[in-house]
């Protein structure tokens, strides 16, 4: 299970967001059934699929990994941006999350951009 949060928001203010192990933001909370080949362009068109917001035209989404540190101490790592039309191609719709090296027990933000 790959658990999204997705919000309208920039990626980097919200790592205060997981500061604290337990209290991350659920409120949007989507949660994915996907494989390590999964592509950011196939999240975004899952992601479109329950997001009204995440289908415009001219909206992004801009992915971020969460995880901690050697320190226990969450950190965010931008991978990717794609835009929410199919139509629309860009650079990082291909990557993959294992490319992107992300492992079970990372989070992954969204921010949806309009």
């Not at 192990?21 to 479109?48: F, K, M, S």
């Not at 050697?70 to 950190?75: A, E, I, K, S, T």
């Not at 991978?79 to 291909?94: L, Q, S, T, Y």
Request: net charge negative.
């Amino acid at each position: 299970v790959l658990t999204l949060l997705p919000c309208l928001s920039y990626l980097s203010s919200r790592l205060e967001d997981y500061a604290k192990r337990g209290n991350e933001p659920i409120e949007d909370e989507v949660q994915i059934y996907t494989w390590p080949d999964a592509t950011l362009r196939e999240l975004a068109d899952l992601i479109a699929e329950v997001r009204l917001d995440a289908r415009g035209r001219h909206t992004r989404l801009g992915f971020a990994f969460v995880y901690p540190d050697r320190r226990g101490v969450n950190v965010m790592k931008v991978v990717g941006e794609v835009f929410a039309a199919p139509d629309r191609r860009g650079p990082d719709d291909d990557k993959q999350l294992h490319q992107l090296q992300f492992q079970t027990g990372d989070f992954l933000d969204v921010a949806i951009y309009a």
